[in-house]
């Protein structure tokens, strides 16, 4: 690793030492981390969206004489003025005057977004849903024959859950007559069927948290410690371990500065309550 | 202030300060714990092990610096399995924040190209792993959806140029690639909702064979597709990272973070059981002195 390389390493591992130190509390070494954060990507993100978006269709093309040209349209693609057009009537929405132009793109945007959406996600996420739901159920493999893996979504058992499962979940969002007798106890079993779904989703949630932490300190380990300490590296010299520590002494200095002003706070709320 | 008192009215931050030093402690002692692969995983693994050389594989990988500690490990078990079998790999970024990411994932993965290994007792010699042969990186294009619905007209029509401005056509590896029909397989390596948009308008309007690596945050909602049959495999969080290393016999961070993350289950679990204790016997002692009272 190349000095350069080691201080921008460094700066990131000392942005995730300001991200975790909210942990204890707000501070301005998060305040900083976070502000960074929402900057850097709102920049990327435009700088991206421009490169990617608006120059390969629109933008800057360049002619044979190696001027920039703007707004210069690949002749074959006229019809790319007609989106460009739209687009750029949404900045009339800064005007009180005409902001109301904004409409007409917002309008052919949800119009195009709600008539692509709406056959397409009522296929994938009812139609197919339902038909998996409703799949005949393998009662074979209750008696050992076929598939007799429990876990395994196509065996009986699992089919049955599903299909009783979602019944339940249903019926239990169903208001129009309340909830007693047979309703009433399919609603409570639909209640736990929500609520082992739930708990798989915490579950799954836990380990994502869990997972960013273990990335993190895999990456202060692996490559901010080890990297200040490797003298294998031919290019190693003082400017290293002095990168590191100039961090781990400033965290440290923060952290003796907080636990001071934490036992002197606590120490004078003791004298006062005592007088 | 009775002990189930103390419990209820524990500070949150003890909770935070000994999870790290338990995890702190587990990823030191550097111990190992077997991982069991899952059929949902392993499906992915196989199909793409019987994939013939030549095939194309096509990885949107539509996540960003935020969801890599789950994600990357994934990436960097598939690209790299299909890159040694020999299988062309095309690659998108949807995620606005990841085309930096991915690129630097790839020449990670091609570095590694570089090194003979040997996976599931089978050699593997070292090779150079080359742009427009090996692999295309299409790079980022706003509004997932669609270009979603528009690379299954033609890859051309959304991406003409690829993420390095080098035209499509002019790719060795995109000759004979058009759209969806012409791939093997897609698995999508996903951070947002764009994996609604794969299952909705990629496999739901042309129907190719679709799996997904998700964030372990929405894991159990793509559950029900697999079941429908909408995707072959999923892989959910570090979990199905890990489970897909050791079935491609190639270890990385995913299965050194295991008996961290079970190291912090067990003290979750041990906080959430000691939280509830405190809750039931604090409310039976509330019940007790009411009747007393009355």
Known sequence: MEFSTFLWTTFAAFLTLCIFSFLYKDNPFYKFAEHLFVGLSAGYFAMILWHNGLIPKLMFERLDDGHPYFLYLDSTKPWYLIPAALGALMWTRFSQKYSWISRWPLAMYIGIGAGTAVPLEMRARVNQQLSAMMADINWASFFGHGNVNLLDPNSGLSQLIVFVGALCALIYFYFSKAHTGIIGGMAKLGIWILMIGFGASFGFTVMARVSLFINRMQFLDQQWIRGAHDAANPNYHWGYPVAFYVVVLGMLLYVFYELASHLSAKKKAKTGTAA | ?294
Request: proline share 6%; hydrophobic share 45%; with cysteine.
């Open chain 2, 1 to 294: 202030m009775n002990i189930f008192d103390k419990m209820m009215s524990f500070d949150r931050r003890w909770v935070f300060l000994f999870l790290a030093v338990i995890c702190v402690a587990a990823y030191v002692a550097g111990i190992r714990i077997p991982i069991l692969a899952e059929p949902e995983v392993t499906s992915i693994f196989r199909f793409i092990d019987t994939l013939p050389k030549g095939s194309i594989v096509f990885v949107p990988m539509d996540y960003d610096p935020g969801s890599m500690a789950e994600l990357h490990p994934m990436t960097y078990a598939i690209v790299e399995q299909c890159w040694r079998k020999e299988i062309k790999v095309l690659i998108t970024a949807l995620s606005q924040n990841g085309p930096g990411m991915v690129d630097q994932a790839l020449r990670d993965i091609a570095d590694s190209m570089k090194v003979p290994r040997t996976y599931n007792g089978v050699s593997y010699p070292a090779r150079e792993v080359v742009n427009g042969v090996d692999y295309a990186f299409l790079g980022y294009k706003p509004y997932p959806a669609m270009v979603i619905l528009g690379l299954g007209q033609d890859f051309r029509l959304p991406f003409p140029l690829d993420y390095y401005g080098t035209p499509l056509d002019s790719l060795p590896m995109m000759r004979g690639a058009h759209n969806y029909d012409d791939i093997a397989c897609a698995i999508n390596i996903s951070g947002t909702n764009a994996t609604d948009y794969w299952i909705s308008y990629g496999q739901g309007r042309y129907g190719f064979k679709l799996a997904i690596g998700v964030t372990g945050v929405s894991t159990a909602q793509y559950y029900p597709f697999l079941g429908s049959g909408q995707i072959f495999g999923i892989m959910g969080g570090m979990l199905g990272a890990a489970q897909y290393e050791k079935l491609a016999d190639n270890p990385g961070n995913a299965t050194a973070a295991m008996p961290i993350q079970l190291a912090a289950h067990v003290v979750i679990i041990a906080f959430v059981i000691m939280g509830n204790v405190g809750y039931f016997m604090t409310r039976r002692q509330q019940k007790r002195q009411q009747a007393v009272g009355r």
